[in-house]
């Protein structure tokens, strides 16, 4: 798998770091810190570029097929 990093470019998945989903926008505080979302549809991830630059990516990915949607800066407007 390979991800396109918007400072580097497209690099093998090993250069990241998978750190967190990102939590439902409408979900309760309990749930968003403590309960673990399982999803086979599309998910937000927080990834880290550990290798490359160290930028903090999230990406909207398919956790099933393990195919990336959208790749943006934490931080930046999507």
């Not at 991800?3 to 979900?27: M, S």
């Not at 399982?38 to 998910?43: A, G, H, K, L, V």
């Amino acid at each position: 798998m390979n991800i396109r990093c918007p400072f580097c470019g497209r690099r093998d998945v090993e250069e990241f770091q998978f750190r967190t989903l990102v939590p439902e926008p409408d979900a309760e505080a309990f749930a968003r810190l403590y309960e673990r979302v399982n999803r086979s549809d599309d998910s937000l991830e927080y990834w880290q570029h550990v290798s490359g630059c160290r930028a903090w990516l999230v990406i909207r990915r398919n956790p099933t097929t393990a195919e990336i949607h959208e790749v943006h800066v934490l931080g930046e407007a999507q």
